[in-house]
């Protein structure tokens, strides 16, 4: 279903957002970038929504979740993965496996 349409894609946004050089800002590369990636995103809904696998409840919150996206601009997408660009990540393995990752604000983040 759709959780596994995004899997399926999601190694091929991550390689396309990797591109994206967040210290020049928003410029015509990464805004093509979030733009495609928009546009897949919007596909995997809109294959979804159209594939009759879902009951008319699961179509709504599918729909719903497309109208989000669909109405977020490039710029607050970038915005968004701006802020995820500038945490530090730091992974502490737990005893039973990989714990949670613990995020630490940068010292430029309000």
Same mark, same amino acid.
């Given at each position: 279903?759709?959780?596994?349409?995004?899997?399926?894609?999601?190694?091929?946004?991550?390689?396309?957002?990797?591109?994206?050089?967040?210290?020049?800002?928003?410029?015509?590369?990464?805004?093509? !970038?979030?733009?495609?990636?928009?546009?897949?995103?919007?596909? !995997?809904?809109?294959?979804?929504?159209? /594939?009759?696998?879902?009951?008319? *409840?699961?179509?709504?919150?599918?729909?719903?979740?497309?109208?989000?996206?669909?109405?977020?601009?490039? *710029?607050?997408?970038?915005?968004?993965?701006?802020?995820?660009?500038?945490?530090?990540?730091?992974?502490?393995? /737990?005893?039973?496996?990989?714990?949670?990752?613990?995020?630490?604000?940068? *010292?430029?983040?309000?």
């Amino acid at each position: 279903k759709i959780g596994g349409d995004i899997d399926r894609n999601q190694a091929d946004w991550i390689l396309d957002l990797a591109t994206v050089d967040f210290t020049k800002g928003l410029n015509d590369h990464s805004r093509e !970038v979030f733009e495609k990636y928009k546009s897949s995103v919007l596909r !995997v809904f809109d294959n979804n929504i159209n /594939s009759n696998k879902y009951s008319k *409840e699961q179509v709504l919150v599918i729909k719903n979740a497309r109208k989000i996206i669909n109405n977020t601009s490039t *710029e607050v997408l970038f915005e968004r993965a701006q802020k995820g660009y500038d945490f530090k990540y730091e992974y502490k393995p /737990s005893a039973r496996g990989v714990g949670r990752p613990k995020i630490y604000r940068t *010292e430029n983040e309000e």
